[in-house]
């Protein structure tokens, strides 16, 4: 197993007080941040570092050099304001405060643990100034932040950072249109344009075209930038505080996985044959290595070059497993009992016998089509996409409108089967959800990400509420299979025998252990079955 390292808190003040010029501490700070950044990912075992990396530059400057925060606390009505829109950059901005002192070491090296720091920004962790993870509500926030201070007349101005595919989300173009013509001149959006999404390049999901074009049209004052140079930060964001009477947009075009080579965009989508690798997960031992290695060999070549001696790194502890618990209120638990706790993942997924199902069922049916919101890789239906191109939609991050279309198409005799995660899904496009309902069309809704298992990415990722909104819609049937077998029933079921709507809830993870079903077993939706004759056990469901 790899030894895991950490950037203590003394090297960064030590850096920062040095007399070394003030843009390359900063560009030194940033690659420490990466490499905590790394750290912190790799001990969690997920985490999204491509966009950390991305916006690294910009965040330090933000922190370091731009804004009042630190300096007048978090509490203080009158500090400036920064929150990320598309959150998945947090373990970035959760280093870049750790170095300033804000986290400790072992809340750092939390991150997606329980009672640690949240897998996207959540209030309940410091320095977090509003929840996301659900994208394209980033510039509405911050547009009631920025109106709040001055209707409350509180100082500070509020920087939001939005990605680049997230520009894709609806929300995103009713407030591009609301804010200027509500003169809202305290907030400045800033877009981490990396040209990547989850792992493949924007112009291939949804070309956004010329965006400086698109912001000025609506009423934006808009200044470009390159995103990794501390100079021209500094003075687009001078620039944008001294505009009145409009807010502003910086389009900081940056690279996507900044600061290891492999990582970076272009060369890691050669890597990955046209596939990002980055996006989200942990790197393995060796990838995690040679990343670290490069990213701290190039600090300590800077910190030569200003007369600083090497970093000082120290070790962190291996994370401690907690033990099962082999007693319950004073009664030992049975050696069955232990069995099942100490029971590990298995190597079967739910979704990717959906994926497979949905291939072998478009050979049969012609009229079924695959609708994505840029999750083919999670929803696994990359092969549907590879065998059946001219039956594939990418809609990009879009499910209100996803759903809509899909309402038209089965309007005009098609099957569609729309996929996302259950959480944005089911609540985000309810309405239209609803109205397709209204016309009696059928449609298939691949739920994934189903339920609060995997926990990791945060509560803007577990659906609790996907069971209840689709109760409510008429004509409407929830399927959740239990193993990889009833999964490509359910499928048949879906596609050759109901007449209804169908909600198909899947686990995104392996399954926690092999079910077996019996032998003969007819799936019936409803209908239970015997798996294991025993009194041991009472099942309320």
């Known amino acids: 197993m790899v030894e895991l390292k950490l950037i203590p808190v003394e090297e960064f003040k030590r850096v920062r007080n040095s007399s070394a010029d003030k843009y390359k501490k900063l560009q030194i700070i940033a690659d420490m941040c990466r490499a905590n950044t790394l750290t912190e990912v790799k001990r969690a075992g997920s985490g999204h570092l491509g966009s950390s990396f991305s916006a690294m530059d910009i965040v330090v400057w933000l922190y370091y050099e731009e804004m009042n925060t630190l300096k007048v606390g978090f509490d203080s009505p009158d500090r400036d304001i920064y929150f990320s829109s598309k959150g998945h950059d947090v373990p970035g901005l959760y280093a870049v405060l750790h170095s300033l002192g804000e986290i400790p070491d072992h809340m750092l090296m939390s991150l997606r643990r329980l ?26 926030k911050g547009r009631g932040m920025a109106w709040a201070k001055k209707y409350n007349n509180n100082g500070g101005h509020v920087f939001v950072m939005t990605g680049d595919g997230e520009l894709q989300e609806g929300q995103n173009y009713e407030a591009l249109h609301v804010t200027p013509h509500q003169k809202v001149d305290n907030l400045t959006v800033i877009v981490d344009d990396n040209k990547v999404q989850s792992d493949k390049p924007v112009a291939e999901i949804i070309d956004l075209r ?6 000025t049209a609506f009423g934006w004052h808009v200044i470009r930038i390159d995103g990794h140079d501390f100079r021209s930060i500094e003075k687009a964001i001078a620039e944008a505080k001294q505009i009145k009477g409009k807010p502003q947009i910086i389009i900081a075009d940056t690279i996507k996985g900044r600061g290891i080579s492999f990582m970076e965009h272009p060369a890691a989508l050669e890597i990955g044959k046209g596939l990002y690798p980055w996006h989200s997960g942990a790197p393995d031992d060796a990838a995690f290595e040679a990343g670290f290695s490069e990213l701290i060999q190039r600090i300590n070549a800077d910190l030569a070059a200003v007369s600083l001696d090497p970093l000082h790194l120290t070790p962190v502890e291996p994370e401690v497993k907690t033990a099962s618990p082999s007693m319950l209120e004073g009664e030992p638990l049975s ?5 099942r706790l100490s029971v590990k993942p298995t190597d079967e997924y739910v979704s990717r016998a959906y ?18 919101a840029d999750l083919s890789s999670d929803c696994k239906v990359r092969d549907f996409e590879n065998t059946y191109p001219d039956r594939f939609i990418e809609n990009g991050i879009a499910e209100q409108d996803m759903v809509s279309m899909a309402a038209g198409l089965a309007r005009q005799g098609l099957l569609p089967v729309v996929n996302s995660f259950a959480s944005f899904l089911a609540s985000r496009a ?20 189903a339920g609060l298992i ?30 990889a077998e009833e999964t490509r029933m359910a499928m048949d079921y879906a596609v050759n025998k109901s007449d209804d709507v169908i909600a198909l809830r899947l686990i995104i993870g392996p399954s926690p252990r092999r079910i077996t079903l019996p032998t003969g077993y007819e799936f019936k939706p409803g209908v239970g079955c015997q798996l294991t004759a025993g009194k041991d056990a009472v099942m309320f469901a």
């Open 115 to 140: 009672n640690g720091l949240n897998g996207h920004p959540d209030i309940g962790n410091r320095g977090m100034e509003a929840n996301s993870g659900s994208l394209g509500m980033g510039i509405s």
């Open 454 to 483: 995997p926990a990791g990415p945060g509560k803007s990722h577990q659906s609790l509420r996907d069971i209840s909104l689709f109760s409510a819609l008429p004509n409407c049937t929830i399927l959740q299979p239990c193993s």
């Open 210 to 215: 010329n965006l400086v074009e698109k912001f």
């Open 430 to 449: 309810n309405e239209q959800i609803y109205n397709a309902a209204g016309e009696k069309s059928k449609i298939i809704y691949a739920l994934h990400y």
């Open 335 to 339: 050696q069955a009992a232990l069995d």
């Open 355 to 372: 994926g497979q199902a949905l291939v072998e069922l478009a050979a049969q049916r012609k009229d079924i089509v695959v609708l994505d």
